[in-house]
């Protein structure tokens, strides 16, 4: 990839992950003739939750893009990515605060005492926040071993995020299931992908060892 591209292909990409809040934006003031239909709050809430999922997943995507292409670039977008999914978990937040329970604490944490499924993304939103603070490349530094640990917490995040939705809907659970199996199939990858790197640096460790031996004797 050449540097043109390099350079032109972040702010596309942000530009891009910006249009579903822009969307919202315009139907909730009626620009350009863009309706959130009878029930705008529902609608911001139900798009602003999915597209959390959605750009978790794409998020995750980026590592094993990297492994098959051999390319390094699918890493640029990644942290990128990732505040996306913490923007719009918090853009999903602060319409349910604001705008369904108009502002009142105390509402919301009866919400979150009595419903299930609303203290499952509150969870999950907690969990994004370090994340999305230690996104950077000095935090990783600093944080050295230790970040790479921190930030395996987002597997936790898409699984409860999977499950606040799949309660959510209760009955019809077609669309929280296909995103349990992308985001199943992305942990299999990983952890396939991991053992796999495991066996073949014991291989050579063992390969290594017999020349050793053979070469000394």
Do not use: N
Not at 42 to 70: E, N, R, S, V, Y
């Amino acid at each position: 990839m050449s540097w043109q591209v390099r350079w032109a292909a972040k702010p596309l990409v942000f530009a891009a992950c910006l249009v579903p809040a822009l969307y919202l934006a315009a139907g909730a003031f009626g620009i350009a003739g863009v309706s959130l239909g009878t029930d705008p709050v529902k609608d911001i809430l139900h798009t602003t939750g999915l597209w959390t999922l959605k750009f978790l997943a794409a998020t995750l995507l980026m590592t094993p893009l990297k492994t098959l292409t051999g390319s390094l670039e699918w890493l640029r977008f990644r942290r990128m990515l990732g505040l996306f999914v913490f923007f719009y978990a918090l853009l999903h937040f602060s319409t349910y605060l604001f705008l369904d329970q108009d502002g009142k604490l105390g509402a919301v944490w009866q919400d979150i005492v009595k419903r299930p499924y609303i203290t499952l993304g509150m969870l999950g939103l907690l969990l994004l926040a370090p994340l999305a603070a230690t996104s950077t490349s000095k935090a990783q530094r600093r944080l050295g071993r230790r970040w790479a640990m921190l930030h395996r917490l987002v597997y936790v995040v898409a699984g409860l995020g999977v499950w606040h939705y799949w309660w959510l809907v209760k009955k019809d659970v077609r669309a929280p299931l296909a995103y349990a199996a992308v985001f199943a199939a992305l942990l299999g990858y990983r952890w396939g992908h991991h053992l796999w790197r495991r066996r073949r640096a014991r291989s050579v460790s063992l390969s290594v060892g017999r020349f050793a031996t053979s070469d000394g004797a």
